[in-house]
């Protein structure tokens, strides 16, 4: 593999269901082609924070994004300021709250939808901002960014999941086979982007409860998985669970780039850091 990064976030995804519902991850566990971590969120477990969390590696109180109604331009060096720093491409098919943190805030649904400006933090992009867009269609449009514009870093950002169970809560036959589906068109594209050189990882923002939501302290709002397929990392399942603060500087460290000096110190276990850092 190259040192190329495929980032998927699916929005909402909490770690039992992920681990119960994903048969093609799991099965390339199984298979040796992947390794599984459980993570636990930052707080508040709401979206737009922790968005923020994965993309700058840094917390609530220092970045400021305490809140889902928080809307304005991230201050910190986020993923996409940091590729473009070590001049590598970047984009991402993301839910417009990526758009308003890191590219222009508000987001205008008219005219923001495609953003194709090489001067701004996020090179290329493709915007939706109803919950209901089909993840089909968001990994098509990530496809297309990908076949397009070959990307160092591809950012995914899936809805559907997190979309299902806030109408139907997480225990619900529609949010477990919502996982199944997501699931599905990842055996569909996934082996295509394995083959084109990319490192992959996917993971959530936040989980979902009982009730239907999230933003408290249970492993319910908290835990969510963390694949991840690399040749840099021995297969398997761990038992380590992971600071979420350590997902930032791991894709920076899969990407071969310095992260920022607001970043923890990356300590995933087993993990080959890269001799070019």
């Known amino acids: 593999m190259s040192n190329k990064l495929i980032f998927i976030m699916i929005d909402g995804l909490r770690y039992d269901t992920a681990v119960s519902q994903m048969g093609y991850l799991h099965h390339l566990i199984e298979k040796g082609k992947a390794s599984r971590f459980k993570v636990k969120s930052e707080l508040p477990s709401l979206s737009r924070p922790l968005y923020e969390v994965l993309l700058t590696g840094t917390p609530a ?11 304005r331009l991230s201050h910190e060096e986020s993923l996409f300021h940091l590729t473009k720093k070590h001049g590598l491409k970047n984009a991402t098919a993301s839910y417009y709250w990526v758009s308003e943190l890191y590219n222009s805030a508000p987001f205008n649904p008219v005219t ?6 090489q001067s701004k933090a996020i090179e290329r992009g493709i915007f939706y901002w109803e919950d209901h867009y089909p993840d089909t269609h968001l990994f098509a449009d990530a496809n297309f960014l990908l076949d397009s514009y070959e990307p160092d870093f591809l950012y995914v950002h899936s809805m559907n999941i997190d ?11 529609e949010y ?3 996982a199944i589906t997501v699931d599905n068109i990842l055996a569909t594209v996934l082996p295509k982007w394995m083959e084109a050189g990319y490192q992959i990882i996917v993971t959530a923002d936040h989980g979902m409860n009982d009730d239907g939501q999230h933003g408290g302290t249970t492993t319910a709002d908290r835990d969510v998985p963390l694949f991840i397929i690399s040749d ?19 894709a920076c460290e899969l990407l071969a780039i310095q992260p920022s000096a607001a970043m923890q110190p990356l300590m995933i276990p087993n993990l080959k850091v890269a001799s070019s850092l």
């Open 61 to 71: 109180y220092i970045n400021g994004i305490t809140t889902n109604q928080t809307v």
């Open 112 to 117: 923001d939808r495609i953003q194709l400006d």
């Open 176 to 178: 477990r086979n919502r």
């Open 232 to 250: 840099r990392l021995a297969p398997g399942i761990y038992e380590e669970e992971i600071p979420q603060l350590q997902i930032a500087p791991l």
């Open 163 to 173: 979309d299902d169970g806030h109408k139907f809560t997480a225990d619900s036959k």
